[in-house]
């Protein structure tokens, strides 16, 4: 039965109980629960990222306790302060290889992750193909202006494989296209960082139709949760045997079992919305199916609403590629939103502008009702969407500061 379903043995729940409550700041919360005579998993709270991150001195005084190393990563933080989580060196990567191979030793896997700034991708893509015996290409993400020099490059290492995020992806595939370089003999495309959008997958089916996608979910905090394979749904994944993930009102919750967590993953109200399926892969079990966030409600002119309401709208006429949203001196009195599109080629761009903006406005009733014919709502056809310098995400909101467009912290904090 798959880990994602069976029941929590006792022992294992007693096991990170005991390390939990061990923590100070978590302590008063969890201590009560190892004095009953029995407990299950649901009798206890659900653990929350404020939560999560009150507890961090605690943590890391834990970590230097362990008899195995810890690296400090950062998630969110885009605009504030970063959330930071502790992982073993070791990164759980021989337990998630037993079940996920994307990599063989014949591959030359080239790494688009961005390194340093207490980014974890990178260095999880390093050890993966450490533990696959492939060689790899710690190349970092690379601007537009240098991409064509370092494909050259890599193809003449017999590059077989890239890791980035799916903004990267469809950024390089689209670059190649649009130059009219043939792309290095790129057969596997290993991801992780947001959810495979639909223009990325559109691009990846049209200019690369024989590639092979291999994704990872989680979080920095919980780590890796799921993995992805050819055969399976990009929002489909299965569940790797040490973390146990529970959907309550349609949200996921995970605990990570393994004896070397650092972070106290117990109850983990991660922010996405999810359920259990069968994944058309074959794969014995229940696979997670992500199906949203379960925190996204945004404030914007004196209403609540999802910034998915917005961009699903607009996404439906029929041209539109793309959507973001770009806030102007959000929770000011004077606030805007702009609607940022990226059309099919071809596309008339104002005639798309209008038609779109006159759907937001109908069918995103409080949008509208909001707005009214003021210039508060803008829809404008741009060339290019925000991107994350560091992290290489394409968030779904950005706020745009005096300096420009700043990236909020991403949909889905994955590492």
Not at 223 to 240: Q, R
Not at 348 to 354: A, I, W
């Amino acid at each position: 039965m798959s880990p994602a379903t069976a029941a929590l043995p006792s022992a294992t729940l007693r096991a990170v109980l005991a390390r939990v409550a061990a923590i100070p700041e978590l302590r008063p919360t969890y201590k009560k629960f190892l004095d009953l005579d029995s407990v299950t998993l649901t009798d206890l709270p659900v653990l929350t990222k404020e939560t999560l991150a009150g507890a961090l001195d605690g943590v890391v005084r834990q970590a230097r306790s362990r008899p195995h190393g810890a690296y400090v990563y950062g998630s969110g933080g885009t605009t504030g302060t970063p959330r930071l989580s502790l992982v073993p060196t070791g990164m759980f990567v021989e337990d998630i290889t037993r079940h996920w191979q994307p990599l063989a030793p014949d591959d030359v896997l080239v790494n688009f992750n961005t390194p340093g700034r207490m980014w974890s991708s990178h260095n999880f893509f390093n050890a993966v193909a450490h533990h696959a015996g492939a060689v790899t290409i710690p190349l970092g993400a690379v601007a537009d202006d240098e991409l064509a020099d370092w494909l050259d490059f890599v193809d003449q290492l017999g590059a077989t494989a890239l890791d980035a995020t799916p903004s990267q992806i469809a950024r390089i595939l689209e670059f190649c296209a649009s130059t009219g370089r043939p792309l290095p003999a790129f057969r596997k495309l290993l991801w992780t960082g947001e959810g495979y959008s639909k223009r990325a997958a559109e691009v990846t089916r049209r200019l690369m139709p024989d590639g092979r996608l291999y994704g990872v979910y989680g979080s920095t905090e919980s780590w890796v949760i799921g993995v992805n394979e050819p055969d399976c749904p990009t929002d489909t994944f299965h569940v790797v045997p040490y973390q146990h993930v529970e959907i309550e009102d349609g949200a996921v919750l995970v605990t990570n079992t393994h004896p070397e967590s650092i972070n106290p993953i117990l109850r983990y109200r991660i922010g996405d919305l999810g359920g259990f399926v069968d994944c058309p892969c074959g794969r014995p079990g229940r696979a997670l199916r992500i199906s949203g966030r379960d925190d996204p409600q945004l404030k914007f002119s004196s209403i609540l609403l999802l910034p998915t309401d917005v961009t699903e709208v607009a996404r439906a006429v029929p041209g539109v590629r793309d959507v973001q949203l770009v806030l102007f001196r959000h929770g000011q009195p004077d606030e805007r939103m702009e609607v940022r599109l990226l059309t099919e080629p071809g596309t008339p761009r104002e005639e798309l502008e209008r038609l779109v903006h006159q759907r937001v406005v109908t069918q995103v009733y409080k949008l509208g009702f909001a707005v009214g014919s003021s210039d508060r709502l803008a829809v404008r056809a741009v060339d290019e969407l925000v991107t994350s310098p560091q992290t290489q995400k394409t968030p779904l909101v950005v706020h745009a500061g005096t300096a420009g467009p700043t990236p909020v912290a991403p949909a889905r904090d994955r590492h």
